[in-house]
C-alpha cells in the first residue's frame, strides 16, 4: 500500500495542468524526464514523465501523462511536501528543480537543487551525480 495522500480538487487539477504546460514550455526542445515526489502519510508517491518536444511539439506517452498529472495535483494543493525535478538529457544533462510551498513551485537555484538531489533521503550519505550532469537554476513558473 502506498502513503495515504489528500484527494485532489477541481481547482488542483487545473492549476496542476497549468503548471504542467508551463514547465514543459520552459523546458524547450530536447528529451526531458520530469519527476515528482510527493510525501504522505507512511511514504512517498513518485511519478515520472518522459518526454520529447521539437518544433512539431511533444511526443510521450498518454498514460504517464495522466498518472504525472494526478501526482501534480496532489502537489499543488499545498497538503504535502512535494518536489519537482526537469531532467534535460544531453552533454551535459541539465538538473533544475522546484519545492512546492502552499501549492506554489517555488524555484532552487543551482546550489539548491544540487544539494536537494545528490542527498539520499533514506541514508546519511550523499549520492554521488552522475558524470556530466549540471545543476542549474529553475525558471520561474508563473500561475
Request: proline share 8%; charged share 15%; with cysteine.
Amino acid at each position: 500500500m502506498g502513503p495515504l495522500l489528500q484527494v485532489p480538487s477541481d481547482r488542483d487539477r487545473n492549476r496542476a495542468l497549468d503548471i504542467f504546460d508551463r514547465v514543459t514550455e520552459k523546458a524547450g526542445i530536447g528529451s526531458h524526464g520530469l519527476t515528482l515526489g510527493v510525501t504522505g502519510i507512511g511514504g512517498t508517491a513518485t511519478a515520472v514523465f518522459p518526454f520529447v518536444q521539437d518544433d512539431e511539439g511533444m511526443a510521450a506517452n498518454g498514460s504517464d501523462l495522466y498518472v504525472f498529472c494526478d501526482l501534480l495535483a496532489i502537489a499543488v494543493s499545498g497538503a504535502h511536501p512535494s518536489g519537482l525535478i526537469l531532467r534535460t538529457m544531453g552533454q551535459p544533462q541539465v538538473v533544475r528543480g522546484w519545492k512546492f510551498i502552499d501549492g506554489d513551485p517555488t524555484p532552487l537555484n543551482r546550489a539548491q537543487a544540487f544539494d536537494a538531489y545528490t542527498i539520499h533521503p533514506n541514508s546519511d550519505g550523499p549520492l554521488i551525480p552522475l558524470p556530466g550532469t549540471e545543476y542549474a537554476d529553475a525558471p520561474v513558473i508563473h500561475i
